[in-house]
């Protein structure tokens, strides 16, 4: 049969790129896939028609290198997240195709609008915050370099939740994603693998030895799908594996036999509420089974997919590390390695030892939190109920490394109780922290700062016990997305006055606008294009709140997910100070005020109350300052609901001034201030995360920095606790105003108690003064022109740095010591296969 295929040619199905062979593509798949007449297509036909013509063309490159990985058995990462937050993909293809003229012409010709019909799209939002977004630009940056990589995850039915603001309140729904059908993933309904859950372990004699079994109880089965991740300029196309659940035919068949047709329907059901849903999760941990779950259904689809394709290979087991290697994205992916150990020993009848180095050499391991408070623990008794053959494993891998500590520091029970896997009291735990630091050859943080914290603060002692171990990798961002397709405007400028287009793969060379960041002619056409993205986001508002706001004002946007330590309700404090001062000038006074338009987006976890006040008073505010007559321009107060990766790409572009204000020492990284920086958006941090390293390279007088420094933070929380902190009587002002009904009449009393009383964790009492002051510079130099230009184009010159590519060649080089395998251009199907 095989031998047959060889010689079918495919004359008309050799997906071509000219603007005649796209419009051709395109009426095709209206009529062959849509099923629909070409006279009677709307935008969302149309949308889905291009999309498909576009998939075409991915496929090929897709499935060609795979092949090419393959036939040069390179060694490969295996990128493992429970998040993706991939956003739209059909302008993000057609851009890495190099093909968006080619499309944009066909489009016309046939009485479209490209950009109209990438609206259509839905975004897919695998993911909650920064750890998904991190893993989306990591797949781009590594399909762009060309480095053979696969990408794995989970195949959500419902994305992140969709947020509506009624009344100022947040309002969960859920985001079914795929209700117009999802064109760029490939259903593979042949692989498929089963995962076990519960059951109970024996132990058995095998050969004369004993041998641990475990007998599970239940049995689903993971389906692959499968989404080609295109890289920029290059044939090289990767693969990114969701698993879908579904339940097994064994499994059903029983109850089915039995009669009991409904409760084999149930089954099923159940069976797929293991992918039905991301839980919408961040920084702190909430430890359900069904979460459990989902992680453990993930990672051995995962480790089955990598094995069966090791095998190909027909080396020794032992070898495994030399062709595969497994980044996990936090420890959320941790149960890999112990699955791989399972089947290792279990299945494969390797010793302990020998099974334990492979995935030692294999596995590395980012940590993303930075409160130990937050790390993942899973509670034993869930643990032992959902895996108890991994427990057993988890037991005795800490066995080992306890030895190892009591041979480094005998006899110091602190040690133990501190660095063993399984915490103790008050509640048993597994630390799932521990367990990936001492299984992984490698763990890394996720900037300078946070690594370091990470060495001295969050797990001393490992380092002290390995420091070798410990290494520290900048995040980044692809500018792909974030500049070149998010901000059209801006990247012809920096091609234009560069001379080359090859800054988007190489993205130090943005530091030479530095050099002509005074030219007038620069500066001019810079604010021009920053004006032109500022009237979209106008206009975008206006649709959205029905509210006009001017694009000569100041734009000054915080978008990030609520949270109290990214001090959301510091910016809206400061903004009723502003309000209350303005209300107070005279006439002649108030012709000096920066008009300013305050930008909000962000969704706040449905069960976290504190931060859903926060929007509840972020609301209530721009209703009272919107509404004021007296006011006018002065002051905008701006909440969008539901934000997303598409909303971010259009407000990014846009601002002039973000705001990175967390409380010093929390935030891991922040990588939205590097898609601001690049968009020329003047930075307003705290030295915290990102920021230390973007003022860094963007230079210190051209960012705007204040408040406590986190090493003062410990000294200035405990005189906060202890009332010795006197508070600035402005601050004190607002929470009056607030408490007195003047925004609404919503009980803000919780919110505000978090402030006082010594509740002050995040101190934004002690930080006020300073954000006031700098505020003041921040409206002194935007009266400037020449003075703000200069600041904006410094601030896309120093961002160089933080592409998600040289944080990709970090990963490549340090820890999976991988190579790029460049695919080269079509080859005639004849010689290739
Ligand atoms: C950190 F711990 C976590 C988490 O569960 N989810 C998540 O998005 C974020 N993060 C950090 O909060 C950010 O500072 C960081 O930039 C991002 O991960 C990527 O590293």
Redesign the pocket.
């Known amino acids: 049969m095989h031998h047959w295929l060889r010689h079918i040619s495919l004359p008309s199905y050799s997906p071509d790129t000219d603007v005649k062979s796209i419009e051709k593509f395109f009426v095709h798949h209206v009529e062959y896939t849509l099923a629909r007449y070409r006279g009677n297509i709307n935008q969302m036909g149309a949308y889905r028609a291009l999309a498909m013509s576009v998939r075409d063309r991915l496929i090929e490159r897709w499935k060609d290198t795979q092949l090419y990985f393959k036939k040069n058995g390179v060694k490969r990462v295996a990128y493992l997240s429970m998040e993706y937050l991939i956003g739209r993909s059909l302008q993000n293809a057609i851009v890495n195709l190099g093909l968006e003229e080619n499309f944009s012409a066909a489009m016309k010709n046939l009485g479209y609008v490209l950009e109209d019909l990438y609206e259509q799209e839905a975004d897919a939002g695998l993911g909650?915050?920064?750890?998904?977004r991190?893993a989306a630009c990591f797949m781009d940056s590594m399909a762009t370099m060309d480095y053979p990589a696969w990408g794995y995850g989970l195949r959500y039915k419902y994305g992140m939740f969709y947020q509506k603001i009624k009344n100022g309140c947040q309002f969960e729904y859920p985001d079914y994603w795929l209700e117009n059908g999802n064109p760029w993933e490939v259903e593979r309904l042949d692989i498929m693998y089963p995962i076990h859950f519960y059951g109970t372990c024996k132990m058995e004699m095998v050969d004369g030895k004993p041998h641990m079994a475990w007998y599970p109880q239940q049995k689903i089965l993971a389906v692959a799908y499968d989404t080609p991740i295109p890289g920029y300029l290059t044939y090289n196309t990767l693969n990114l594996r969701l698993w879908s659940a579904q339940p097994s035919k064994e499994f059903d068949l029983d109850q089915f036999n039995s009669g009991d047709l409904y409760s084999s329907l149930g089954d099923r059901s159940h069976a797929e509420r293991i992918t039905a849903v991301l839980y919408p999760n961040?920084?702190s941990f909430e430890g359900k089974e069904l979460r459990l779950k989902q992680q453990y259904f993930m990672v051995s689809a995962t480790v089955q997919d990598l094995l069966r394709r090791f095998r190909e290979s027909k080396r020794q087991l032992t070898d495994f590390p030399e062709l595969v290697c497994v980044q996990m994205n936090?420890s959320h992916p941790t149960l890999a390695a112990i699955e791989l150990l399972r089947i290792l020993i279990d299945v494969e009848g390797m010793s302990y030892d020998e099974s334990y180095k492979v995935i030692c050499k294999s596995f590395s391991f980012t940590n993303?939190?930075v409160a130990r408070s937050?790390l993942e623990k899973w509670s034993i008794e869930l643990m032992e109920k959902v895996l108890p053959r991994h427990m057993h494993l988890i037991y005795e891998i800490n066995h080992h490394f306890l030895q190892q500590v009591e041979k480094k520091w005998p006899n110091d029970q602190g040690k133990l109780t501190h660095m063993s896997i399984i915490e103790e009291s008050p509640e048993r735990y597994v630390r799932m922290a521990n367990l990936a630091i001492v299984i992984c050859h490698s763990v890394n943080g996720?900037t300078e700062i946070h690594s370091e914290m990470m060495r001295t603060e969050v797990f001393p002692d490992f380092f002290k016990l390995w420091p070798e171990r410990f290494l520290s990798i900048t995040?980044g961002v692809t500018p792909r997305r974030w500049m070149l397709e998010a901000n059209r405007e801006m990247s012809d400028l920096i091609t234009k006055w560069l001379r080359t287009p090859s800054w988007t793969l190489n993205l130090d060379l943005l530091s030479d606008l530095a050099r002509q960041s005074d030219v007038g002619s620069l500066q001019k056409q810079w604010s021009l294009a920053k004006h032109i993205n500022k009237e979209r986001l106008a206009g975008y508002i206006e649709k959205t709140l029905g509210l006009k706001v001017s694009p000569e004002s100041l734009f000054d946007v915080q978008i990030k997910r609520v949270h109290q330590y990214k001090r959301q309700l510091l910016n809206i404090i400061y903004v009723i100070h502003r309000y209350t001062t303005i209300k107070s000038m005279t006439i002649e006074e108030r012709r000096k005020v920066t008009p300013r338009v305050v930008i909000f987006a962000g969704k706040a976890a449905a069960n976290y109350a504190i931060a859903k006040s926060i929007i509840q008073l972020i609301n209530n505010v721009s209703v009272v300052i919107n509404n004021d007559k007296n006011i006018g321009d002065l002051l905008k107060v701006v909440f969008l609901p539901n934000y997303c990766v598409s909303l971010a790409e259009i407000i990014i572009p846009a601002a002039d001034l973000s705001q990175h204000i967390s409380t010093a020492g929390t935030?891991?990284?922040?990588?939205s201030a590097m898609k601001f920086a690049m968009n020329g958006s003047i930075i307003l941090g705290t030295m915290d995360?990102s920021i230390v390293e973007l003022s860094k390279e963007i230079g210190e007088t051209n960012v705007f920095t204040f408040g406590t420094r986190a090493y003062d933070v410990p000294s200035r929380r405990s005189a906060v606790r202890n009332g010795e902190w006197g508070v600035d009587s402005r601050f004190e002002a607002v929470l009056s105003v607030i408490e007195r009904g003047d925004f609404g009449s919503h009980d803000f009393a919780p919110l505000l108690n978090s402030l006082r009383y010594g509740n002050d964790y995040y101190l934004l009492s002690v930080d006020f003064p300073a954000y006031v002051e700098v505020q003041d510079n921040i409206d002194a130099a935007y009266k400037i022109p020449n003075l703000w230009n200069k600041k904006s184009i410094l601030s896309t010159a120093g961002s160089g740095k933080f592409s998600s590519d040289r944080s990709i060649k970090q990963y490549a080089n340090q820890i999976w010591k991988i190579k790029p395998a460049r695919r080269s251009g079509p080859i005639s199907v004849s010689a290739e296969r």
């Open positions: 909650y915050s920064g750890l998904g991190l961040d920084s936090d993303h939190v937050n996720v995040n935030e891991a990284c922040g990588t995360g």
